[in-house]
Nanobody, 116 residues
Framework: QVQLVESGGGLVQPGGSLRLSCAASGTISSIYTMGWYRQAPGKQRELVAS???????NYADSVKGRFTISRDNAKSTVYLQMDNLKPDDAAVYYC??????????WGQGTQVTVSS
C-alpha cells in the first residue's frame, strides 16, 4: 500500500504562483510514476503532469511552459511548481502514483483557487 499526502494549495491571484507537494509513504519502492491530476466542477479529472522514477516528464498542453513537475526520490516526494496561474487552472489537484504493476494510488486532493 502507498499513502499520498498533498500540501500547498490555496488562493492565488491570476499570474501568481503556487507550489504543490505530495509525500508518499508505505511501499514506495513499488512506485514508478508520480504525478498530478486536477478536476474542476462539472469537468472530468485530467492529467496535469507526470514524472517517472527516471525523471521523464509529461505535461498537459494547457500547462506547458507554466508548470514544472519535479521529484525527489530520496524523500519520495513530488512537486508541482505552478507559475502564471490562470482562472482556468482552478480545480482540486490530486496527487497520483502508479506502481510497477499498474496499480493506481490517489491523494485526498488539495484546492487551488485562482481569483482576483
Amino acid at each position: 500500500q502507498v499513502q499520498l499526502v498533498e500540501s500547498g494549495g490555496g488562493l492565488v491571484q491570476p499570474g501568481g504562483s503556487l507550489r504543490l507537494s505530495c509525500a508518499a509513504s508505505g511501499t514506495i519502492s513499488s512506485i514508478y510514476t508520480m504525478g498530478w491530476y486536477r478536476q474542476a466542477p462539472g469537468k472530468q479529472r485530467e492529467l496535469v503532469a507526470s514524472i517517472t522514477s527516471g525523471g521523464s516528464t509529461n505535461y498537459a498542453d494547457s500547462v506547458k511552459g507554466r508548470f514544472t513537475i519535479s521529484r525527489d526520490n530520496a524523500k519520495s516526494t513530488v512537486y508541482l511548481q505552478m507559475d502564471n496561474l490562470k482562472p482556468d487552472d482552478a480545480a482540486v489537484y490530486y496527487c497520483h502514483a502508479r506502481s510497477l504493476s499498474y496499480y493506481n494510488y490517489w491523494g485526498q486532493g488539495t484546492q487551488v483557487t485562482v481569483s482576483s
